[in-house]
């Protein structure tokens, strides 16, 4: 699963299409939690990541939706900067 970027302790990442499914979404890994957020929504459709780190992956993601969304659809990984 490629690393599209990191910030605060937190790594974003999105599995290849053929072994995901609907709705488009990637995955916030921080420490020992971990989150699936759908594109579209950002809302956090599965995981035990911490509200403060929902809210800093929300922020993140609100910036790169467009990108984001992109990326899920080509299948053409590439790195987006952090949240600062």
Same mark, same amino acid.
């Given at each position: 699963?490629?690393?599209?970027?990191?910030? &605060? $302790?937190?790594?974003?990442?999105?599995?290849?299409?053929?072994?995901?499914?609907?709705?488009?979404?990637?995955?916030?890994?921080? $420490?020992? &939690?971990? $989150?699936?957020?759908?594109? #579209?929504?950002?809302?956090?459709?599965?995981?035990?990541?911490?509200?403060? $780190?929902?809210?800093?992956?929300?922020?993140?993601?609100?910036?790169?939706?467009?990108?984001?969304?992109?990326?899920?659809?080509? #299948?053409?990984?590439?790195?987006?900067?952090?949240?600062?």
């Amino acid at each position: 699963m490629p690393i599209i970027s990191k910030f &605060y $302790g937190i790594i974003i990442k999105m599995y290849f299409q053929q072994s995901e499914h609907n709705p488009p979404h990637f995955h916030a890994i921080y $420490g020992e &939690y971990t $989150g699936a957020f759908d594109i #579209q929504t950002l809302k956090m459709i599965e995981g035990d990541l911490p509200a403060k $780190g929902q809210a800093l992956v929300r922020e993140w993601a609100e910036q790169h939706k467009s990108e984001l969304l992109n990326i899920w659809n080509t #299948q053409e990984f590439k790195k987006l900067p952090p949240l600062k």
